[in-house]
């Protein structure tokens, strides 16, 4: 799999890239590590066993996984409480919320059903950061690597919380009125079988697109553009400033400033959005795949919070959705996912960068192009924005041909 983490934990195909021997290599690499960096530092300082939380979503491969990283936590003395079918950010939420020391995500979001992943959360609910997984993977690579049962010795406890769901809802319950506290107006969903509004998720719901009435996508710039403008109204965000990634559309970024509202871009993935966040003391922030993080109610992307304020909004202002989203100008924006490419190959290619380079000249102050290797899969993903629509087709097209060649 190349470098075992990517921007979002571990991926692969499950029972090939992704087995139950890595799955549980993983469980045990981490434990020590959070043992040795001093994360479970606080267990020991109470006399108790460190404590992790395990979800899963949906995917058939996500039985044999956890079992495989229940027992490899178990083995080394963490106790364990098995969250069943959950989404992800319930998995940070409850990290938090139970004050346990680890969590841990089996999930490969929205790639293929083949796949499978894990994503790792430290105490408080946030995601590892890159430092310690590079220790994690530097321990599974180690020559002679064993198990040495760091945590506390002996085996932890392992059982099922059959309360975690309810807990998690009532905080998305809790949030939306903390944010409302005059109360949102409801109105039927659907009418007739026509609905006002569609709600997408991705495979661990950590990510909320929406569909207004006629069909429309409105992606997580659109999303963003009409809940920072919400924050800013209502004098609660922070520094007047939002977090988005380079791929983030030129429309939003006009309309932030329209509004003034300054803009801090990261590289592409919430985590990194999350890092610059954190460091600039600042509540909101997100990506246009839909991954929006607002600080104020929870430490991770969360699509069903997301939802619920974006509905909030829709109610709050009696409007459509469309209307809504008109708050931005989304600018033509291509993007090319060129599958199956060794990433290293591309990125060290003088002809992909000379025909980036050629393609960014073309295009002047009127677009611009963005070409990055995934974070999530074997792929690298081409972005050619323009004010022609045509003319952005043509050039990723022609630079996707291109990395085809030079891998």
């Not at 929205?110 to 959360?121: C, Q, S, T, V």
């Not at 993007?335 to 591309?346: F, Y």
Request: with cysteine.
């Amino acid at each position: 799999m190349g470098r075992l983490f990517g921007t979002d934990g571990v991926r692969g195909v499950a029972g090939d890239d992704l087995t139950s021997r890595l799955a549980m290599d993983l469980a045990i690499a981490s434990a020590e590590v959070l043992h040795e960096t001093g994360v479970f530092g606080r267990a020991r300082a109470e006399g108790r066993r460190p404590v992790a939380v395990v979800g899963r979503d949906p995917r058939a491969s996500g039985e044999f996984l956890e079992s495989a990283v229940v027992a490899g936590l178990a083995g080394v003395g963490v106790d364990v409480l098995r969250l069943g079918v959950i989404p992800t950010p319930a998995v940070a939420f409850l990290t938090a919320e139970k004050s346990a020391d680890l969590g841990v995500m089996l999930s490969a979001s929205h790639n293929p059903a083949k796949d499978n992943g894990i994503k790792l959360f430290a105490r408080g609910g946030f995601k590892l950061p890159d430092a310690v997984e590079d220790e994690i993977e530097a321990k599974l690579g180690q020559p002679g690597w064993t198990v040495t049962g760091a945590p506390s010795g002996g085996f932890g406890r392992v059982r099922d919380d059959g309360e975690s769901r309810e807990r998690y809802l009532s905080h998305l319950l809790a949030s939306l009125s903390a944010a409302q506290p005059d109360g949102a107006a409801r109105r039927a969903a659907v009418v007739e079988q026509r609905a006002d509004a569609g709600i997408a998720h991705d495979g661990d719901a950590d990510r909320c697109l929406a569909v207004d009435a006629d069909g429309q996508v409105i992606d997580g710039d659109q999303i963003m553009a009409v809940l920072a403008l919400v924050l800013k109204a209502t004098g609660r965000l922070a520094g007047d400033t939002v977090v988005a990634t380079v791929m983030s559309n030129l429309g939003f970024r006009l309309a932030m400033k329209n509004a003034g509202i300054t803009l801090v871009e990261t590289a592409v993935g919430d985590r990194y959005v999350l890092e610059a966040m954190r460091a600039g003391n600042y509540v909101f922030g997100g990506e246009q795949s839909g991954h929006i993080i607002m600080l104020e109610h929870a430490t991770t992307g969360d699509g069903l919070l997301t939802a619920l304020h974006l509905l909030a909004a829709v109610a709050r202002e009696r409007t459509t959705l469309a209307d809504l989203a008109k708050v931005m100008t989304r600018y033509p924006q291509v993007l090319v996912n060129v599958a199956g490419v060794d990433k290293t190959r591309v990125a060290a290619s003088p002809e992909v960068a000379a025909q980036v380079a050629a393609a960014t000249a073309e295009l002047g102050r009127s677009g611009r192009v963005l070409v990055r290797p995934s974070g999530t899969e074997p792929a690298v993903r081409v972005m050619v924005e323009a004010i022609d629509p045509d003319r952005a087709r043509h050039l990723a097209d022609r630079l996707a041909s291109v990395i085809r060649s030079a891998s």
